[in-house]
């Protein structure tokens, strides 16, 4: 099983960007899905986070300016981010909580990293 995220780049303060991660493999089911970002000289931090049923939870920096989706039948989580902010600058990683075929477990995966830079 694992995790590839993409999306990322340079974007102006006040710019859009989607970042998406797509979980393949023997996957039997897929728990909660979400973002992290880690910035230079802090610690990881919750961005987002989708659960199976759908229901959402947001950092309070990020409110009301970003989104999380997912479509489940293609085991991938997406991250809308409007109003972007050069604080917003960070390496985002998508995470998610996935039962394996053939296992009781749920095993915490995680994606890559993509960088994402907001500055003008």
């Known amino acids: 099983v694992q995790l590839q995220a993409s999306g990322g780049g340079l974007v102006q303060p006040g710019g859009s960007m989607r970042l998406s991660c797509v979980a393949s493999?023997?996957?039997?089911?897929?728990?909660?899905m979400g973002w992290y970002r880690q910035a230079p000289g802090k610690q990881r931090e919750l961005v987002a986070v989708?659960?199976?049923?759908?229901?959402?939870n947001f950092a309070d920096s990020v409110k009301g300016r970003f989104a999380i989706s997912r479509e489940n039948v293609k085991n991938t989580v997406y991250l809308q981010m409007n109003s972007l902010k050069p604080e917003d600058t960070a390496v985002y990683y998508c995470?998610?909580?996935?039962?394996?075929?053939?296992?009781?477990?749920?095993?915490?995966?995680w994606g890559q990293g993509t960088q994402v830079t907001v500055s003008s």
């Open positions: 995470h998610a909580e996935i039962q394996r075929q053939g296992s009781v477990y749920l095993i915490d995966y």
């Open positions: 493999g023997r996957i039997f089911m897929i728990k909660d």
């Open positions: 989708i659960t199976g049923g759908g229901s959402t």
